[in-house]
């Protein structure tokens, strides 16, 4: 079992750039794929990015590539999402989520309770 608390949210300009972090508990951290999801209001929640287990692997939105890039720190049980050059579209709650398998479609497991992030025109 393992529990999330995502952290990091808040009100920005478009243009701007913020880091999310995910905190993880539990001592098999190291041993689960991570993902970060996101839902804007009156929209399904969408995939964002995906890390393997060890780092060495990313998976990426198109419509993040080359803006967000997500990262972790096994040693910190801590995954992060560092968005740059945020658009009013990227306006959404940001969910981390944590699941033995890796990919982008898959079913994840583990949800924190989600950030919210809110930029501005």
């Known amino acids: 079992q393992v529990q999330l608390v995502e952290s990091g949210g808040g009100l920005v300009q478009a243009g701007d750039s913020l880091r999310l972090s995910c905190a993880a508990s539990?001592?098999?951290?190291?041993?689960?794929?991570m993902a970060w999801f996101r839902q804007a209001p009156g929209k399904e929640r969408e995939f964002v990015a995906a890390?393997?287990?060890?780092?060495?692997?990313?998976l990426d939105a198109d419509s993040v590539k080359g803006r967000f890039t997500i990262t972790r720190d096994n040693a910190k049980n801590t995954v992060y999402l560092q968005m740059n050059s945020l658009h009013p579209e990227d306006t959404a709650v940001y969910y981390c989520?944590?699941?033995?398998?890796?990919?982008?479609?898959?079913?994840?497991?583990?949800w924190g309770q989600g950030t919210p992030v809110t930029v501005s025109s």
């Open positions: 989520a944590a699941d033995r398998d890796y990919g982008m479609g898959i079913s994840y497991d583990h």
């Open positions: 539990g001592r098999t951290f190291s041993s689960y794929s």
């Open positions: 890390i393997s287990w060890s780092g060495r692997a990313t």
